[in-house]
């Protein structure tokens, strides 16, 4: 079932949809990567739903649309959709404190560059304080170099960030989970050896089918 919200859009974006038993966040369609296996490259969204934002939502219209949901029904909110939601970090911990006051369960999906897109805040700090339940991270290569040649990051020692990511949101003990897409360049045995020495669960993506046709 797709929930829709139309309110000062030019048309029915999808602002938040339903899937595994969980509402999903959808923010903004920007990212900070490239990388060579997203389904933004492929597709206009996931599980048939169109992700495509005419107008990025404001802090306002989430909240107000998701007032409209019986939100105890969903295991868990989860910050997503078809773009990286730390991009409009400021949004996302606004509606995390809403929803925490709801006592819903919230997860961040992200790529972990949230230190260099957000440089002037103390983003795990900041996470932390408004009640973010688990972040899950997108690893996705066992070494710098091929994960700059996957995923190709707008900012430099984007990697690197992204491992202090992962350990500083466990110091701070935010349950952590790390995942990896299933293509043959990355070797997903390094990346679970990895996930361990970073005290973070270690889970694999399928590839998705539009991906998957053309890479």
């Known amino acids: 079932m797709v929930i829709r919200n139309a309110i ?34 492929f597709a206009d ?9 005419s107008k990025e939502p404001s802090t306002e219209e989430i909240i107000g ?22 991009l409009r ?9 809403w929803l925490k006051c ?4 919230v997860r961040l999906d992200t790529n972990g560059h949230a230190a260099l897109i957000n440089p002037d805040k103390d983003v795990i700090s900041e ?13 996705n290569a066992e070494s710098e170099e091929k994960y ?7 900012h430099k020692n984007a990697y690197r960030a992204v491992l202090d990511f992962i350990k500083g949101a466990r110091k701070v003990g935010i349950s952590t989970r790390v995942t990896v897409v299933e293509v043959s360049e990355i070797d997903l045995e390094k990346c679970k050896k990895l996930a361990n020495e970073l005290d973070s669960e270690f889970h694999t993506r399928v590839l998705s ?5 053309e890479i």
């Open 65 to 86: 649309a998701l007032e409209n949901v019986d939100l105890s029904k969903y295991r868990e909110i989860v910050f997503t959709g078809l773009g990286e939601p730390t």
């Open 8 to 41: 000062n859009f030019d048309r029915m974006d999808t602002i938040y949809y339903e899937a595994h038993k969980n509402l999903y966040i959808n923010l903004t369609n920007r990212c900070s990567a490239d990388c060579v296996f997203c389904i933004r490259n």
């Open 209 to 213: 089918e539009a991906a998957s046709k």
């Open 102 to 105: 709801r006592n819903i369960r």
């Open 89 to 97: 970090f400021d949004v996302v911990l606004a509606v995390t404190r």
């Open 148 to 154: 700059n040649k996957l995923c190709r990051p707008t």
């Open 127 to 139: 996470l932390k304080k408004a009640g973010i339940d688990s972040i899950s991270v997108s690893l």
């Open 45 to 53: 969204g996931v599980y048939g739903y169109d992700l495509r934002l």
